[in-house]
């Protein structure tokens, strides 16, 4: 009976994450299946499909442009994020220290904060202190949410390591800069290695912070806003659906390497 | 007087100075240094101007040493305040629905699915990534008038003509729930992954039945990953503009667009300033009392 009831409930759950997977991926569709309609405006189901929306948005120039400077961005941002969520992890939790707890809350405060005031915030910033806005002062306003959330990212990895490994290294004599670069670094990789994947894919994905600060430098989500708002061109589908293999083929060749990874870890072990 | 001769000799106390300097030398605060030096210039700098500028008069672009609070009285004054309603009534109902729906589902990914949990979350994770922007403009074709994916089918399938949900509160909700979703969800199952199996099975094995197992033993330990998780759901809609503008019309105004109105158009910095440091206050407000009582080591898995 209990058991019954238990299996019940599980098939009860399975259901519902199926719901919520579809809810999830509707959207997503829609995006996809009207950038291969024919006709100049959406119209469902569709009747002729061709790729010819495509062709244009290509010959346009406008994914380079776009995706070109959404690409730049989020590729410096997850470099520069990793650097100082690489040192942002282990003060908040390798080493004790005294003020670390008031630094673990303090910056997660900017992921715990409404990003349109944050974008807004760094755009009378910039202006106050002279910088223009462009795709590198998006960059900076990119890294203010993204490097907590790194730092937050590699810290789980960072809790999972056994300092004793550093110590008998140290032992055993070698210098500093070995004992980071044989036992800290390959023991945090996997950490880092999903810091970086989240700081690109959020900063490519991202829209309140770069419509304030990157001025004329438009990114993919800028340029959609920009043209939803204002009415619907077929192009809008195309450009949103692109963007979407994009974020699906990084996010796809990460999680490979991963597992790739940890199967050769444990062949060896 | 004798007494005070027995006293031991004072120890030679380090003073301020060198206390500081060892402080310093800390190799968690050598390391925090980047990030906190970093957070001084991309976070507290942006605010103080913010701060700075929602108390210049109307329609001045710096500083000129004249201070007014004319900025908050408009506020109360005019009718702002149904745009903060609108936007904290929204946020609220996100996270309940978010909430609602997630629990679910992260228990079966902390509990049920084993090891296809990491695959369904991987496809969880996927709409994370594709900007919001996209994924709302999909519900626009979904909930389109006439040829939209929903209207569509129904014409197709069942030959009725129906009408489009777009441009009501009911659909900026959705919208919201939709895009904000993964937010309750990954935290919500991060805490239920930290309940241990055999306190659940002791519960159950002392007669507590499904819903005291839940209410005991369940939900105080997995609270602070649901908190986390409410909290960064509820922040992030107080400041969500695009579900309200491309689903909801120009019908309702909320604050986040309201303070953008004010910074292009209207050309009023110091009034969009004060109209931020007003949602800034009450989500500050909210969060240092969350934070308070989150210990985030162990959330994080500290051994």
């Known amino acids: ?269 | 007087m004798t007494t005070t001769l027995d006293a031991p000799p004072p120890l030679p106390q380090p003073n301020m100075l060198q206390s500081f300097g060892q402080w310093l030398r800390q190799p968690g605060f050598l390391t925090a240094s980047p990030v906190l030096i970093f957070f001084l210039i991309g976070f507290v700098g942006p605010l103080v101007i913010v701060l700075g500028f929602s108390f210049v008069p109307e329609r001045t672009f710096g500083f000129h040493g004249d201070w007014t609070v004319d900025n908050y009285v408009h506020i109360v004054s005019e009718s702002y305040y149904i745009s903060f309603l609108w936007s904290f009534g929204l946020a609220a109902a996100t996270v309940a629905c978010c909430l609602l729906i997630s629990y679910p589902v992260s228990y079966g990914l902390a509990r049920v699915f084993g090891r296809w949990a990491a695959p369904v979350m991987l496809i969880l994770v996927i709409p994370l990534f594709v900007s919001e922007n996209v994924r709302l403009f999909g519900w626009y074709l979904v909930l389109l008038k006439g040829g939209g994916i929903l209207a569509g089918s129904a014409k197709a399938l069942f030959g009725v003509e129906t009408g489009t949900l777009l441009y009501s509160p009911g659909t900026i909700l959705m919208g919201m729930v939709y895009v904000y979703l993964p937010y309750t969800l990954f935290p919500t199952m991060l805490g239920l992954s930290l309940v241990p199996r055999d306190q659940m099975d002791a519960a159950s094995d002392l007669g507590a039945n499904r819903w005291q197992i839940f209410r005991e033993v369940e939900l105080p330990i997995a609270m602070p990953g649901i908190l986390i998780g409410s909290l960064l759901t509820f922040v992030l809609a107080v400041g969500a503009i695009s579900e309200a503008k491309l689903l909801g019309g120009a019908n309702i105004v909320v604050v986040a667009h309201a303070i953008l109105h004010e910074f292009t158009y209207a050309q009023n910095w110091p009034l969009g300033s004060a109209i931020s440091m007003f949602a800034i206050a009450i989500t500050g407000v909210l969060v240092i009392i969350v934070m308070r009582r989150l210990d985030l080591d162990r959330l994080l898995g500290r051994k």
């Open chain 1, 1 to 269: 009976m209990e058991r019954r009831s238990k299996r019940w409930v599980n098939s009860l759950i399975v259901v519902w994450t199926g719901a919520v997977l579809l809810f999830f991926f509707v959207p997503i569709a829609g995006v996809i299946i009207s950038s291969f309609g024919k006709s100049r405006y959406f119209r469902f189901p569709v009747r002729a499909w061709s790729t010819k929306w495509y062709d244009q948005t290509i010959n346009a120039n406008l994914t380079e442009n776009l995706h070109v400077t959404s690409f730049y961005v989020a590729a410096c941002v997850a470099v520069i994020a990793l650097v100082l969520g690489f040192f942002g992890a282990l003060a908040f939790a390798r080493y004790d220290w005294k003020g670390r707890i008031f630094y673990q809350r303090l910056i997660m405060l900017p992921i715990f904060f409404p990003q349109a005031v944050l974008g807004l915030a760094l755009l009378l910033w910039f202006t106050y202190v002279g910088v223009l806005p462009s795709w590198e002062a998006a960059v900076f306003a990119h890294l203010v949410w993204i490097v907590p959330i790194v730092t937050l990212v590699i810290s789980i990895q960072v809790y999972g390591f056994d300092v004793s490994q550093e110590e008998a290294a140290f032992d055993l004599g070698a210098n500093r800069f070995q004992v980071f670069r044989e036992v800290t670094m390959p023991a945090l990789a996997p950490g880092l290695f999903s810091g970086g994947l989240f700081a690109f894919l959020l900063s490519w994905g991202n829209f309140p912070l770069s419509t304030y600060t990157s001025g004329a430098d438009s990114t993919v989500t800028e340029w959609l806003y920009t043209k939803m708002s204002s009415g619907y061109t077929p192009m809008i589908p195309t450009i949103g659906a692109i963007s979407v293999y994009g974020s699906v083929i990084i996010l796809f060749l990460g999680y490979i390497f991963l597992v790739a990874r940890r199967r050769r870890i444990e062949k060896r072990a």
